[in-house]
């Protein structure tokens, strides 16, 4: 019950932070990178539909086909997402309609337009979702290709961002064509932040208290190898364990303190895969 209520506060407020970045910076400023956001953008110069009404129709269209090739898991998540980011962007536009952006500075609005939907993208898909959209064309991608999810979203929203310079003027096409390249290296960066994690070689010649305190203090694992110095000629023992970021600067320290001849190899790891990090 805890983890569900922490997926749904996350779910939650990711779309809501996404909303917010789409409709006042994206939407005001005719940016059409971002997928069917960005579609919708041109579909709303084009057509008698606003661009809010346009998503909600896009995305479950794509989130049945999600349905059926990323399972019901996914879907449910995704749909609590999907509907909930057109429902937002649909109650924006009427209660605070906007006729220009909110600022005469287009790079401000475009970091913007970027980062909050970024942040919010990385954190749905670090829990198993999606806002919708090409988002979902990008997970079936990444579920059934070696692209990375940020690659993949590349390619599925390039040939809607280059439309935007044919309907919109130059500069704005040029923007969005920014946006989108920064958009999917930004999501894979911040994807890897959230998961990121401290990989020990702890190299000493008394593993125990060091074991010791990763298991009562920590509360984690380790694994120790007999090894044999090639300076020395000694017998060492190598411990191997992986711990998040406010942990291993515990560990770090009582090391400091307690072994001070130790000596650590500390590397990140954001592809931790077993009990206390992530299932298969």
Not at 155 to 166: E, H, K
Not at 193 to 210: A, D, E, Q, T
Request: include cysteine.
């Amino acid at each position: 019950m805890k983890s569900q209520l922490k997926n749904f506060s996350l779910l939650t407020f990711s779309t809501l932070v996404m909303a917010v970045g789409i409709y006042f910076f994206k939407f005001a400023n005719n940016f059409t990178f971002g997928g069917i956001t960005g579609l919708a953008v041109l579909v709303a110069r084009l057509c008698p539909i606003s661009a809010s009404d346009f998503s909600f129709v896009a995305n479950m269209v794509l989130l049945v086909i999600g349905l059926f090739v990323l399972g019901k898991k996914f879907a449910a998540k995704t749909a609590y997402s999907s509907i909930l980011l057109s429902v937002t962007l649909s109650a924006l536009e009427r209660i605070y309609p906007m006729s220009q952006p909110l600022t005469d500075q287009p790079i401000l609005e475009l970091a913007f337009a970027i980062a909050l939907p970024s942040v919010s993208s990385a954190i749905l898909f670090n829990i198993g979702a999606s806002s919708g959209g090409t988002d979902i064309i990008a997970m079936i991608m990444k579920k059934y290709t070696s692209f990375d999810i940020g690659k993949a979203l590349l390619i599925t929203d390039f040939f809607i961002t280059l439309a935007g310079c044919f309907v919109f003027d130059i500069q704005t096409g040029l923007y969005s064509f920014l946006g989108l390249a920064l958009r999917s290296f930004m999501i894979d960066g911040f994807i890897e932040s959230l998961n990121l994690s401290k990989y020990f070689n702890v190299v000493c010649s008394n593993p125990k208290p060091i074991c010791d305190f990763i298991k009562d203090d920590l509360h984690r694992s380790a694994t120790i190898v007999l090894a044999q110095g090639a300076f020395s000629g000694e017998d060492k023992y190598i411990i191997f364990t992986v711990l998040n970021r406010v942990e291993a600067v515990k560990l770090r320290n009582y090391i400091k303190q307690n072994s001070p001849d130790a000596f650590l190899l500390i590397s990140n790891t954001s592809e931790i895969i077993g009990k206390g990090f992530h299932s298969v």
